[in-house]
């Protein structure tokens, strides 16, 4: 069994909010973005900003209260 190491967590950092407009799409600024797009878009900045290596992450957790589909509604939106 492997000892449990110290957690850390180095920052935060999070999307701007953008009013849904299915039938206006170039007025929402996330209607051609995957939620998990701009989840991995998060990390790479919060890596590039701490400098952090990715091979000294171990785990990366992420959640979400509503999750539907592909494009849950706010998952990717708060690393």
Do not use: H
């Amino acid at each position: 069994m492997q000892q449990v190491r110290e957690a850390v967590i180095v920052d935060y950092q999070r999307t701007a909010f953008s009013r849904s407009r299915p039938r206006e799409p170039e007025k929402d600024l996330f209607n051609s973005l995957r939620m998990d797009e701009a989840a991995a878009m998060l990390i790479k900045e919060i890596l590039k900003r701490t400098k952090v290596k990715p091979e000294d992450i171990n785990e990366l957790l992420l959640g979400c209260a509503q999750p539907w589909g592909e494009q849950f509604m706010y998952g990717g939106r708060n690393i």
